[in-house]
């Protein structure tokens, strides 16, 4: 039950405090709550028909009174390590997958793939939610759930433009999964553990184990891909195999020649909500998962209990390789300087 005083329309709360101020990420997790099914539209969220004003999206959104205090307290209890830059913390590895062909086909290491497909096949989970590619639109990305370990593969690598993961929770609920794993940008892992903590049982008592990616920025698909790459380059989306950044964006073509865009050019088509950002490091995931900069291999952050059995029950199956991290300064120089330029910090 929402107490009276927190009663608030759709109108008053998200579309005067965030949406017009430009800080709505379009995560979706509104439009998956609302009881009254009124708002449509999870990437620009508008109301569809008359809201009664029962407060639900306002307690809910990440963008709407966010208390990382809060989270912290629900989430962390014992036993980890506190960095100033990049959150609460148990362990922080170097790591990549063993299997070749899943490499092949990762942004990284391949150790988020690896990791739901040691949950799934030890039955840990019985689903995961990723993000794929639309049928429509080349590296469009859409939210998906995903089950076994072949669909999970098919999804590796990371897309650039916003994927509201949030919403394959729907699907998940309406699956009937007992224990799922969810994968997403810091934002989304916000919205996620705010489920958990309002909390909304139908999409969050499954959830068994997160994992979140390192996020200096999203891009619009529209602006960096359409306008820019297709247009400007003229470079056919259809024949992009890869996109990565690696201090500054490297495409590269199913040919295999590639084409590097400065950032500097590739900022103006950063998400308006993503300049406000201040989680680079995804702290409120299980486990959290970047490139910084280095070439096949993951660099993870491993924050909770549960993260740290499922990194290392991969690590004991023999899942995983676990590289040497004591020559690491460049990967934590630019954990460090992301973070803390995110949440405006000198650096
Ligand atoms: C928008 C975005 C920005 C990022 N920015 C940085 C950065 O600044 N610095 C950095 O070090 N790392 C960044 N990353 C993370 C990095 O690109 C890799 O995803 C991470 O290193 C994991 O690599 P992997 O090989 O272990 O993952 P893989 O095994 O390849 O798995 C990646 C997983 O991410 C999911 N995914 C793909 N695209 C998206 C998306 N748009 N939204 C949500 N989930 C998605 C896939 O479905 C897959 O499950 C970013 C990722 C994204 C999506
Ligand atoms: S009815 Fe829907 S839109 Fe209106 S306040 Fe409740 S959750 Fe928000
Ligand atoms: S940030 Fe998410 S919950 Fe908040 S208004 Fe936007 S889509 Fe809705
Ligand atoms: S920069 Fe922040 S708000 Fe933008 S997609 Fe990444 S985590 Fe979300």
Known sequence: LIHKSQRVG???????????????????????VCPSNCIEHPENPRLAKKCSDCGLCARICPRYEFSDPNIEKMLFKDGHMLS??????????????????????????????????????????????????????????????????EEVAECAGARYCYSPNIMALKEAFEQKKKSIAFVGTGCQIHAMRKLEAVPIAKYSTFLKFSIGLLCADAFTYEGLMERYIQGTLGINLNEISKINIKGKIIVTKKSGETVTIPL??????????????????????????????????????????????????????GILKVGNLESQKDAFDILTRLSRRKKKLPI
């Open 10 to 32: 759709f109108e008053e709360s998200l579309q005067e405090k965030v949406i017009s101020k430009k800080q709505c990420i379009g995560c979706g997790v509104c439009v998956l």
């Open 264 to 317: 500097n050019i590739a900022k103006q088509f950063v998400h308006d909500a993503c300049i406000s950002c201040t989680d680079f490091s995804s702290q409120f995931a299980d486990i959290s998962a970047g490139g910084l900069g280095l070439k096949n291999w993951t660099f993870v952050i491993i924050r909770t209990r549960i993260g740290e059995e499922i990194f290392e029950g991969a690590e004991k199956a």
């Open 84 to 149: 100033e830059d990049f959150g609460r913390f148990r362990r922080i590895a170097i790591a990549k997958v063993n299997d070749e062909s899943l490499l092949q086909r990762a942004q990284d290491g391949g150790v988020v793939s690896a990791l739901l497909n040691y949950a799934l096949t030890s039955k840990i989970i019985d689903g995961a939610i990723v993000s794929s590619t639309s049928a429509e639109k080349p590296l469009y990305p859409v939210p998906k759930l995903v089950s076994t370990p």
